[in-house]
């Protein structure tokens, strides 16, 4: 087995402004990665790679399992990411990040056992498999399996170029044309920085029922943040667009549309008026009010909150908790979305996940060992940082489905309320599910129009309480344009997506000046 450690891979920091590559920055690496690009369901990277074989499985399995682990697995990754940053019109950095790795983890009942390593060779990856091994005493449990078996999944992420594939000076060019449209049409910038950021990421599962599982997962995301200068007073806001997607998707069209938008927001900012603190409807907008929905709503939906009854919503199951025109899925299948994968980190096979269907609680987000607990089939939601991390319950696209109502209608509904359109800071208490959340953009609803635009507002409310309290539903569902998003919990980050209609909650607690 040829032995590479991350010392053989390097790592480039580039700074300034005379950056000069030539072809794909990600030959400089040193790793065979194009031949798997032609065929995202290779099967044999690893293999061809580091000499993974089945013997090698059985080993580090079995010595996971050696004291008592009634399931093992072993979790292979290696991730590229490239990052290039346009700052006051010159390139600040230009990098490569690498993630080499695995991680062996060994279950029994509730208990987990984790070990991991960056180096892939047999002694480390026995080392760590004894390591996994520490969390039983008992008797080994005897493996020998013959074949391990590929699932067979669906590929949910459809690209024509790869952008970790693109020439670094095409990547700059993008940037370029993205600071130029935001200086060009806004005359008060004082500052901008713009991302450009994008990462393959290969993992290989092979566990003790003889399954094993590969993936590939692209990631792209071009982002800017501005600051304008208007009188002394300075916003700023920051906005991005991507998700699973290639190179294609970042058309001239696109990158105006993104310049345009932020600045939108940012001449909001400046008109933005108090709001006098109370208890007020509020309208969420669609697409990136999403994070409402998850932070506030979704996490409360995890399985493992639930299975050791510290959520808001355990024991609630089959019950219902909010309007009847209210279907909430989680979901791995909508493409090129942040959230969309083709197996989870535990090698399952992911579906969709109805946690709430028309009104009545149906589900959890299930990983292998709070589906045991459960006594249910796993949904696929089992999700890791990286090598170095267990997978827990996770969410990966989660949404409202559309309703009857109008954007128009719904507004027309509401004497005086607040409309949300772009949430920042947001913190929700799973254990009883209170949250706060800031509203950075938004506008005051009067006698059933938009009247004026209104920012950092803070509400405050609970989780259920608001869930029980949505009374309409719009017809237009949105996602959040992606790209940078990430969800934290745990100590884990993951990319994840969200969406929702437009929806109205009948009350919530605004925050603001007093009356």
């Known amino acids: 087995m040829r032995e590479i450690t991350r010392r053989e891979f390097l790592k480039i920091g580039l700074t300034g402004t005379s950056i000069i590559l030539s072809g794909p920055l990600l030959n400089s690496c040193g790793i ?56 006051d019109q010159k390139v600040d950095k230009a990098y490569v990040d690498l993630i080499l790795g695995a991680g062996i983890r060994a279950q029994k009942g509730d208990a987990t056992g984790f070990g991991f390593t960056e180096d892939i060779t047999k002694e480390s990856l026995l080392g760590a498999a004894k390591t996994a091994a520490l969390l039983a005493d008992g008797k080994s449990n005897s493996i020998n399996i013959q074949k391990f078996i590929n699932q067979k999944k669906s590929y949910h992420t459809k690209i024509k170029t790869f952008l970790t594939e693109v020439d670094i000076s095409e990547k700059i060019k993008l940037l370029k044309m993205l600071d130029d449209q935001l200086r060009l049409t806004d005359k008060t910038i004082e500052k901008v920085v713009c991302i450009l950021k994008d990462e393959i990421n290969r993992t290989l599962i092979v566990n003790s029922l003889g399954e094993i599982q590969n993936d590939l997962l692209p990631r792209s995301g071009i982002g ?34 993104l310049a345009q938008r932020t600045l939108s927001y940012i001449d909001q900012m400046y008109q933005a008026k108090d709001v006098k603190a109370g208890e007020l409807p509020l309208v969420i907008a669609s697409g990136g009010g999403g994070i409402f929905l998850h932070e506030a709503i979704g996490h409360g939906m995890e399985a493992d909150f639930n299975r050791k009854g510290v959520s808001l919503f355990s024991g609630k199951l089959g019950k219902k908790i909010t309007n009847s025109d209210v279907t909430i899925i989680d979901s791995p299948l909508p493409e090129n979305k942040d959230g969309t994968i083709n197996v989870d980190d535990e090698g399952t096979i992911p579906r969709e996940t109805v946690l709430v269907k028309d009104g009545v609680l149906q589900g959890y987000m299930q990983d292998r060992m709070s589906a045991r607990h459960f006594k249910v089939a796993p ?116 990319p994840v997506g969200y969406g929702v209609p437009h929806i109205k909650i009948s009350s919530v607690t605004v925050g603001g000046k007093k009356s």
């Open 224 to 257: 800017c943040n501005v600051v304008c200068n208007r009188k002394d007073t300075r916003e700023m806001m920051f906005n991005s667009i991507g998700g699973r997607i290639g190179a294609e998707y970042f058309t001239k069209t696109r990158i105006n549309v």
């Open 32 to 87: 065979l990665t194009r031949d798997p690009l032609e065929d995202p369901m290779n099967n044999d990277y690893f293999v061809r790679n580091w000499g993974l074989d089945q013997n090698l499985f059985n080993a580090v399995l079995q010595t996971a399992m050696s004291r008592g682990a009634t399931y093992a697995d072993i979790f292979f990754q290696h991730k590229i990411e490239t990052n290039v940053i346009l700052k």
């Open 379 to 494: 949904t696929g939601n089992g999700r890791r940082e990286s090598y170095e991390n267990i997978a827990i319950p996770r969410m990966r696209n989660t949404y409202m489905l559309p309703g009857k109502e109008t954007k128009e209608s719904i507004i027309k509904s509401i004497k005086k309320g607040v409309y949300a359109e772009r949430f920042t800071n947001g913190q929700v208490n799973i254990s009883n599910g209170d949250y706060t959340f800031y509203i950075k953009c938004g506008q005051m609803i009067e006698d059933g129009k938009l009247s004026y635009p209104i920012k950092d507002v803070n509400i405050i409310g609970n989780g259920f309480d608001s869930l029980s309290k949505i009374s309409m539903v719009g017809n237009d569902l949105e996602f959040e344009n992606g790209g940078f998003g990430y969800c934290g919990k745990a100590g884990q980050s993951v």
